[in-house]
């Protein structure tokens, strides 16, 4: 049963950066998009990111446009997110999902088939 772990959250201070990771049991990793959501306390998930079969094209969301950056080795079974000028705005509990296509237009928790268990990340002075 292919299996999803998210690590790499914490506390960091704004203007701080972290990366998260997500690593993939199981196989054909490879064949689908990966995404990236968060949820922060008393709102909604929301998408951050996602990322091709193949990592050549990635979509973000407006909030983090320019600050984050998803990659992935599908040689490794990982996806990434890398997070720079962190806001106290990013407060979230982080969500890695695998798509139920290839492509990088998933933008919608739907469209995710396979969850992670959430890292948290806690950006605070």
């Known amino acids: 049963q292919v299996q999803l772990v998210e690590s790499g959250g914490g506390l960091v201070q704004p203007g701080g950066s972290l990366r998260l990771s997500c690593a993939a049991s199981?196989?054909?990793?490879?064949?689908?998009?990966m995404g990236w959501f968060r949820q922060a306390p008393g709102k909604e998930r929301e998408f951050v990111s996602t990322?091709?079969?193949?990592?050549?094209?990635?979509r973000y969301a407006d909030s983090v446009q320019g600050r984050f950056t998803i990659s992935r080795d599908n040689a490794k079974n990982t996806v990434y997110l890398q997070m720079n000028s962190l806001k106290v705005e990013d407060t979230a509990v982080y969500y890695c999902a695998r798509a139920k296509g290839s492509g990088d237009y998933y933008h919608q928790s739907h469209e995710y088939d396979l969850w992670g268990q959430g890292t948290r990340v806690t950006v605070s002075s």
């Open positions: 199981g196989r054909s990793f490879s064949s689908y998009a």
């Open positions: 990322i091709s079969w193949g990592g050549g094209s990635t």
